[in-house]
């Protein structure tokens, strides 16, 4: 299986910071990346597809990058709903891996 | 608007079954590859399971911690995705969530979850 590495684990940040999380495919995903935002109690929602693209209604403060097998979310300006577990998932393999978690908490 | 709802967790002991069923409105069920993804109390998402669509044959695909022991079906004319669970272990604990996958008419097919249900919870535990 490809394995997430996704890091920090947690972060603390105020509002109005520049955020960023960063995901490790331990090989090649191509750009084949989504990233999902989760709050307590609901269901994950998908932010980033593709790597880059944004998903329809999301702020335009989240962006997604790539280098290589190296994958990052930046949130531009930290919002108060921002404050949240973000997790990467790959789904280029027949056998789909999600990243570790990270969760954004209010410094 | 795109609907999933989950039924059917509950509380079993370890070494039964279960079975989870989710009803899907809103869009061409029969056009979109279907998964499921649990999550155990306070921990991360896991990828359970996944079905194609008819153009893929209805094909399956299997995390290895459930590989024969779970099943993921669907029925194209009811719009509901099963998941029927056997030899339930306690570490299989977890909410259980229908997510619905990509769009498919054809070919490779990659894309994220892009709609999700808001979970059921399964307990093993005796």
């Known amino acids: 299986d490809i394995q997430m590495t996704q890091f920090p684990s947690t972060l603390s940040a105020s509002v109005g910071d520049r955020v960023t999380i960063t995901c490790r495919a331990s090989?090649?995903?191509?750009?084949?990346l989504a990233w999902y935002q989760q709050k307590p109690g609901e269901a994950p929602k998908v932010l980033i597809y593709?790597?880059?693209r944004l998903e329809s209604g999301v702020p335009s403060r989240f962006s997604g990058d790539r280098s290589g097998t190296e994958f990052t979310l930046t949130i531009s300006s930290l919002q108060p709903g921002d404050f949240a577990t973000y997790y990467c998932?790959?789904?280029?393999?027949?056998?789909?891996?999600f990243g570790g978690g990270t969760k954004v908490e209010i410094k | 608007e795109v609907q999933l709802v989950e039924s059917g967790g509950g509380l079993v002991q370890p070494g039964g079954s279960l079975r989870l069923s989710c009803a899907a409105s809103?869009?061409?069920?029969?056009?979109?590859?279907m998964d499921w993804v649990r999550q155990a109390p306070g921990k991360g998402l896991e990828w359970v399971g996944r079905?194609?669509?008819?153009?893929?044959?209805?094909?399956?695909e299997y995390a290895a911690s459930v590989k024969g022991r779970f099943t993921v079906s669907r029925d194209d004319s009811r719009n509901s995705f099963y998941l029927q669970m056997n030899y339930l272990q306690t570490e299989d604990t977890a909410v259980y969530f229908c997510?619905?996958?990509?769009?498919?008419?054809?070919?490779?097919?990659?894309?994220?979850?892009?709609?999700w249900g808001r979970g059921t919870l399964v307990t093993v535990s005796s």
């Open positions: 997510t619905r996958g990509a769009f498919c008419s054809g070919g490779r097919c990659p894309g994220p979850f892009d709609y």
């Open positions: 809103g869009f061409t069920f029969s056009d979109h590859y």
């Open positions: 079905t194609r669509n008819r153009p893929h044959s209805y094909t399956t």
């Open positions: 090989q090649s995903i191509s750009g084949e």
């Open positions: 593709d790597a880059s």
């Open positions: 998932q790959q789904y280029n393999s027949y056998s789909l891996t």
